[in-house]
């Protein structure tokens, strides 16, 4: 069946970014380094996640809520992302902009919202 696009910007870039980062994922793994990729795939993931749960969201408050986790686990892939790239190998250049790029989209949108 697979992912359906939804038209909704937001959502389907993070849904797309959390792809990436499954598969680098796999990558950092093939490399034993399966603690940093625990740590990456949890808040890679968990941006497109929230990001789907703050469209179902009851008020204004609550879609928000859910954007601001989103924006926190966004800030902590890139964290994850710029130590990985420190210390362990080179990340796929995209991986940085489009993790720089839902970041100030998640800003965006919260503000304005």
Do not use: H
């Not at 986790?69 to 130590?83: G, H, P, Q, R």
């Not at 362990?88 to 919260?110: A, F, R, W």
């Amino acid at each position: 069946m697979g992912y359906k696009k939804r038209n909704n910007v937001i959502v389907d870039k993070s849904f797309y970014f959390s792809c990436d980062i499954v598969n680098f994922c796999k990558e950092l793994k093939k490399k034993n380094e399966y603690e940093i990729a625990s740590q990456l795939i949890r808040s890679g993931t968990s941006i497109g996640a929230n990001v789907r749960e703050s469209q179902r969201g009851v008020s204004t408050k609550d879609f928000k809520n859910k954007l601001g986790i989103a924006l926190k686990e966004a800030d902590e892939t890139s964290f994850w992302l710029d130590v990985i790239e420190e210390t362990t190998m080179e990340i796929p250049n995209d991986l940085n902009k489009k993790c720089e790029e839902l970041i100030k989209l998640l800003v965006s949108i919260i503000k304005n919202s």
